[in-house]
């Protein structure tokens, strides 16, 4: 059964820290993992997608990685701003016929100045 | 214009009443999705449409009934809900269904099934 566990699941930091987000997958086979950021009561927006061949990309001061040899990604989030306070959702989409994503539960990320 | 609009912004009805969500975007996008959220949960995808065909229906209940108009709209038709139902409605489109392309979420519609 395709899952995707994301850790930790809340956080809290202060504004200006760095932090880190993680996401372990085992969807197979392995097509493309999305970051996105979600406030309360919105849709989600995009802040990343990688394909296989893709180790890091970034967006500003997100920058996430992908090792797909272990199924493991992981969201880096740079001098954290209150803004930053939201739900971060690691997806996973299979190749091949059956394109369902698969959406991790979230991490919960309070930033307090 | 990578936005995906969706109205109402808010719904409240009643378990008897009929009413539609709405959903459109203008990025040219082929696939569009429906998912249902529940709060502190993650979305749950309910249905895919392809090219303005209904391509994945995860076991939704009848009681909704999804409908593409044309490749920019697509509609979701409720009918006798439960209060179970109430949740955040979200429509998201993409370029196409099954490749590496970003879903780009719309805001969201807010249901209350009284």
């Known amino acids: 059964k395709n899952q995707v566990e994301q850790s930790p699941q809340s956080l809290i930091i202060l504004e200006g820290k760095n932090c880190t987000l993680q996401?372990?997958?085992?969807?197979?086979?392995?097509?493309?993992l999305r970051w996105y950021k979600q406030d309360t009561g919105r849709g989600p927006v995009s802040l990343t997608i990688?394909?296989?061949?893709?180790n890091t990309k970034s967006n500003g001061r997100y920058t996430a990685t992908l090792d797909a040899d272990t199924k493991q990604s992981s969201l880096h989030i740079t001098a954290s701003q209150l803004s930053d306070s939201a739900s971060y959702i690691c997806?996973?989409?299979?190749?091949?016929?059956?394109?369902?994503?698969?959406f991790g539960r979230g991490t919960s990320l309070i930033v307090h100045p | 214009d990578t936005e995906v609009t969706q109205t109402p912004k808010h719904l409240v009805m009643g378990m008897t009443n009929k009413k539609s969500l709405k959903c459109e975007q203008h990025?040219?996008?082929?696939?569009m999705y429906w998912y249902k959220q529940k709060a502190k949960k993650p979305p749950e995808l309910m249905f895919v449409?392809?090219?303005?065909?209904?391509?994945i229906n995860e076991s939704v209940p009848s009681r909704f009934s999804p409908e593409c108009p044309n490749s920019s709209l697509l509609n979701l038709h409720l009918h006798a809900l439960q209060p179970e139902d109430s949740a955040l409605y979200l429509c998201?489109?993409?370029?196409?269904?099954?490749?590496?392309?970003?879903?780009?979420f719309g805001p969201g519609t807010r249901l209350t099934v009284l």
């Open positions: 990688m394909t296989f061949s893709e």
């Open positions: 996401c372990n997958y085992t969807v197979s086979p392995f097509s493309n």
């Open positions: 990025m040219g996008h082929r696939a």
């Open positions: 998201a489109s993409s370029q196409k269904a099954g490749g590496p392309d970003t879903q780009y």
């Open positions: 449409y392809s090219y303005e065909k209904l391509s």
């Open positions: 997806v996973v989409s299979p190749s091949g016929g059956s394109y369902i994503p698969t």
